[in-house]
């Protein structure tokens, strides 16, 4: 699954968590930003990937020592990530941010032909019954879908607020 495949993804589910919660514009943001950011994370494995690029040293360190696919995505990886934020003391709501975030990406890539070594360090690859290619028709449909889905859930959250506002 492409990047943008995965951050459409993770915007879009970033958003229905934020608009199902209350929280002022401000704080939505972050949470859809946080969601957005850990959909990708996960993809630091792959030194072709954004956040690949980003993390040079990182991205090839981890592709090292435990391959493509692997720590990154797998349940194993939310546990640590869940317990590091907790010790760093952020608040619950972003650390469910992360926790969606890296759920959504794993459960694309779980319908790519590769699949996912979810159980990691169990080697074995989990992959969905139906599976299509990274980069097709269908993953690049999917990125515009969810675009579509997000744009749609903040217009029709804006027309609710306004017609509460004017009273309608
Ligand atoms: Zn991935």
């Known amino acids: ?23 002022d514009i401000g704080t939505s943001a972050v949470i859809i930003g946080t969601t957005g950011v ?4 996960p993809d630091i494995c792959h030194s072709g990937s954004k956040v690949g690029k980003e993390f040079k040293l ?11 696919r692997t720590i990154t995505h797998s349940l194993l990886f939310m546990a ?9 003391n952020i608040e619950l709501t972003y650390i469910i941010c992360a926790l969606i975030g890296i759920s ?3 459960v694309l890539d779980m319908m790519t032909p590769r699949g996912v070594a979810l159980f990691f360090p169990i080697d074995m690859k989990v ?4 599976t299509f290619k990274t980069g097709g028709v269908l993953d690049m ?19 609710h607020r306004t017609l509460d506002w004017i009273h309608l």
């Open 1 to 23: 699954m492409t990047g943008k495949t995965h951050a459409a993804f993770g915007i879009l589910l970033g958003t229905a968590y934020a608009l199902n919660t209350p929280h």
């Open 38 to 41: 850990f959909s990708i994370l």
């Open 58 to 68: 990182l991205s090839r360190l981890i592709n090292f020592f435990f391959g493509h």
């Open 80 to 88: 640590v990530i869940a317990v590091v934020m907790t010790l760093l």
């Open 104 to 106: 959504s990406h794993i």
């Open 127 to 130: 992959t969905m019954p139906v």
């Open 141 to 159: 449909s999917l990125a515009t879908t969810f675009s579509v889905l997000t744009a749609y859930l903040i217009y029709t959250e804006m027309f």
